[in-house]
Nanobody, 125 residues
């Protein structure tokens, strides 16, 4: 059974940092592209970041987070991370990690096969 479990969310002030983790089990982690998405209240879920399978040599970011967020992976721990710096109130959302067997860094939800339950991130001004 495949499981993705996010952690690290919380409530912080604007300008603060958080690091989200997504621990996986039940899949050959290093063979999956990993992504982070988020869904703000009243909005559709949107792409945040993705990292290439195996060595994570390629990454992709939404323009809204580029330069502030960093995605990384630890294949030995079957875990993907999202380091979030310079947080803004508009970053408030539920953050989801996802795993996909695709051969490209997908920005669309359909590119991923497995999803976590999400972790809440709330940024106050």
């Amino acid at each position: 059974q495949v499981r993705l479990v996010e952690s690290g969310g919380g409530s912080v002030q604007a300008g603060d940092s958080l690091r989200l983790s997504c621990a996986t089990s039940g899949l050959t982690f290093n063979g999956y592209e990993m992504g982070w998405f988020r869904q703000a209240p009243g909005k559709e879920r949107e792409f945040v970041a993705a990292i290439k399978k195996w060595d994570g040599s390629r990454t992709d970011y939404a323009d809204s987070v580029k330069g502030r967020f960093t995605i990384s992976r630890d294949n030995a721990k079957s875990t993907v991370y999202l380091q979030m710096n310079g947080l803004k109130p508009e970053d408030t959302a539920i953050y989801y990690c996802a795993a996909g067997i695709t051969e490209y860094l997908a920005r669309e939800e359909g590119g991923y096969d497995y999803w976590g339950q999400g972790t809440q991130v709330t940024i106050s001004s």
